[in-house]
């Protein structure tokens, strides 16, 4: 499945994100926002689109709100 980015309010949300998202055994990359993405935080992550879900999850009970998913 191809890769989501998942972009975020702050680079610290990010930062804090990719942890809890490793931690929970979820494959995430820090990468720069890319051109086309609209966000405050100049760090994006990316996950594999079949942990979609898994991510959410994670990131909902560690209580770090995610901006959106770009596609």
Not at 8 to 22: E, G, P, R, V, Y
Not at 35 to 60: F, H, K, M, P, R
Request: hydrophobic share 55%.
């Amino acid at each position: 499945m191809a890769e989501l980015i998942l972009v975020f309010a702050t680079n610290a949300d990010a930062m804090i994100a990719t942890k809890a998202l490793k931690d929970a055994g979820v494959a995430a990359k820090m990468i720069p926002k890319p051109a086309g993405v609209d966000s405050t935080a100049n760090l994006c992550l990316t996950i594999d689109g079949s942990s979609e879900n898994d991510a959410a999850s994670v990131l909902n009970v560690a209580g770090i709100a995610f901006g959106g998913v770009a596609r």
